[in-house]
């Protein structure tokens, strides 16, 4: 059998390459050798061990739960309604209907009672103009009482808001009937104002409620308070405060790799462990993956030298993967399931056997073509 000199030269510039395979593979990596990692300048890397996993199940302290929750009834238990502008307030004073306007049929309490003015003053028969706004009503009947004393012996007065105009909050979002709810005489903490606006709707991000209060903006999570019974954060509302449910947008984890079918994963209204992402996106590829080599991607966003943490998970003990049951993940974590180095010598010859097979039949054309030349 004799073959030509560019059949040759082509055979062995494949034979050259298939030797090279390992080396030069298809298909991404990523080294799990963390002494030796080329990203350690960029990233630290955590065996995802159980002292990890139990780590993350601590959150604030009991003591610290204790005195927040102290502070927090504390708040409640002291909650007085203080008067603003645009409150109407109705006034009685009992044995005295002339000083009293009634409610009735015609009439309602709102129509009947004083509207605080915009300097903050009602005006009041034989008392005349009352500085009410930022006060109590227990300290309006006081006043009002006092000065109604030098005309009437022992005077009752009784004093309540007829109408709540002057403060708010603002909850906007993923609730289902957003809107301003009126600051009343009865305190309203943040769960309250959920529940007012008739619930989250499907989409919410129970892990990113936003609270701006004062020009700052902090994040809580619903899901803590509600399925964790960290209620240190059901907080109570002020004038002015916005609450904002957000929609899940970015509350999607990534995975990539050698798995059944890679995806973007919602979070919903729970949080996702490990195991569960990947059996949600078909579980890895035991032929082609490499058991040693799950990561978990996660952006660092407390350092600046530092792009990430990644977490590795060794499953090549299957008891390995109860460890990733109880690892949660965070938004925007990316898992990638790395390819072994016989997976990625499998696509090494996947891509060349086509160009393999053409040459072998041009060959044996070739020869095909010399024997009959030498029979002739």
Known sequence: MHLSTPVKLLVAVLVMVGLAGCAFAPGSH???????????????????????????????????????????????DDYDYRIGKGDVLNITVY???????????????????????????????????VQVEGKTVAEVRHIISRRLAEYIAEPQVEVRVAAFNSQDVLVTGEVR???????????????DAIGMTGGLN?????????????????TISLYDMLN????????????????????????????????????ALPMGRSRMTLTEALSRAGSFNEAQADASGIFVFRRNLQRDDKLAT?????????????????????PTDVVYVT????????????????????????TRAANDANDLRDDL
């Open 30 to 76: 990523f080294a799990n050798n963390m002494e030796t990692a080329p990203v350690d300048d960029l990233v630290d890397v955590e065996p995802i061990t159980l002292g990890l996993v139990n780590s993350q199940e601590n959150g604030p302290s009991d003591a610290a739960l204790r005195r927040l929750s102290e502070e927090q009834r504390a708040a409640l």
């Open 95 to 129: 044995d005295h209907p002339e000083l009293t306007i009634p409610a009735g049929g015609e009439r309602s309490a709102v129509e009947s009672g004083n509207s605080v003015h915009q300097d903050g003053t009602i005006f009041y028969p034989y008392v005349g103009r």
């Open 177 to 191: 009937e957003p809107g301003r709810l009126p600051i009343t005489n009865v305190p309203m903490t943040l769960l």
């Open 202 to 218: 499907p989409e919410a991000n129970w892990h990113g409620v936003q609270l701006t209060r004062d020009g700052e903006t902090r």
């Open 228 to 263: 964790r019974g960290n209620l240190s954060q059901d907080l109570l509302l002020k004038d002015g405060d916005v609450l904002h449910v957000p929609d899940l947008g970015d509350q999607k984890v990534f995975v990539m790799g050698e798995v059944g079918e890679p995806q």
């Open 310 to 330: 990644v977490y590795q998970l060794d499953a090549r003990n299957a008891a390995a993967m109860v460890l990733g049951t109880q690892f949660r993940l965070e």
């Open 339 to 362: 390819t072994t180095p016989l997976g990625r010598w499998n696509r090494v010859i996947n891509q060349l056997l086509p160009t393999v097979t053409a040459v072998y039949q041009v």
